[in-house]
Nanobody, 123 residues
């Protein structure tokens, strides 16, 4: 059974940086694709980034491209989201999610989710 726990959220000013972390348990982590999603108040959950099991491939939403970086450490079973130059529109609850071998930008294709971590960016 895979479990995911996010951390690292907080309240920051526009232009600041944050690094979100996702700790995973379970024996399949090294072969799982991992994704970050976010949900702002009153909005649907949206894709932010994914990373393949071997880190060979990453993909980002256009809204975060060039500002956010996803990475992973399979030995530590950790996934990270480095967020730079944060904007007020980045305010949301951020979720880490697990999928099987192939990555996806569609949230319904992920089968395990963390509880989320809140990011608030004040302008």
């Amino acid at each position: 059974q895979v479990q995911l726990v996010e951390s690292g959220g907080g309240l920051v000013q526009a232009g600041a940086s944050l690094r979100l972390s996702c700790a995973a348990s379970g024996s399949t982590f090294s072969i799982d694709s991992m994704g970050w999603f976010r949900q702002a108040p009153g909005k649907e959950r949206e894709f932010v980034a994914f990373i393949t099991r071997n880190s060979f491939s990453t993909q980002y939403a256009d809204s975060v491209k060039g500002r956010f970086t996803i990475s992973r450490d399979n030995a530590k079973k950790m996934v990270y989201l480095q967020m730079n130059n944060l904007k007020s529109e980045d305010t949301a609850v951020y979720y880490c999610a697990r999928r099987g071998l192939t990555p996806s930008t569609r949230d319904y294709e992920y089968d395990t989710w963390g509880q989320g971590t809140q990011v608030i960016v004040s302008s």
